[in-house]
């Protein structure tokens, strides 16, 4: 197992190798934010352990910028502040778990370890499907740079569509992971909620993205890479 440390302290990035590799793992160690960044693209990493103050960019852009260039390896951040913002700034950039400084080794070790189990899938800080963008951390939606006002369930349905992009998701898939179990399944609320999606990040637009396919469900295109909706798949509601 391969892990890139990005830690500005000397003396805290020479205790981290020493620690990793006494556990077995192979350790790089870059001491500023564009050599890490460097690293982390250039190379394929099992666990990222980042500080979040390295000199510029800081970690929290070192995290932001690799997930854009899809390198999908599991981040650590690091942090001598314990602020509950500087936490969720670091998770919201795309880091997988927040260790705040001074921590015992036992505890790196085993977060090390979970990262390791959890492997480098895909999971951007933001969505994005052609021109429509969805930033979870800051539930901002943006079609072409423009900005789109949608509720709170909106938002939610939106992105479950966008986390699949191209694939049909059922009604009831729909139903299990955007209401919640007190929902009878009894009225049209995916239909509703699709059809305002529609009209509100589709027709201003003049896109058919959210696409309807027939008695399978709803899915989310590039409708300007496509050029064409699929067989049994339209950009009307049902």
Known sequence: MRILVV???????RLLRRALASEGYAVDVAATGPDGLWAGTEND???VVLDAMIP???????ARQLRERGRWAPVLMLTARADVADR???LDSGADDYLTKPFALDELF????AL???GAVPRPAVMRVGDLELDPGSRRVE???VAVELTSKEFALLAELMRHPGQVLSRTHLIDHVWDSAYDGASNVVEVHVRRLREKVDRPFGRESIRTS???GYLVVDDAADGSTTDGTDGGAR
């Open 88 to 90: 969720v700034r670091g």
């Open 214 to 216: 027939r008695g399978a």
């Open 56 to 62: 510029a960019p800081n970690g929290f852009e070192v």
């Open 45 to 47: 990493y099992d666990v």
């Open 143 to 145: 079609r072409d740079g």
């Open 110 to 113: 085993a977060r090390v370890r």
């Open 116 to 118: 390791v189990r959890r």
């Open 7 to 13: 830690e500005d302290d000397a003396a805290m990035a």
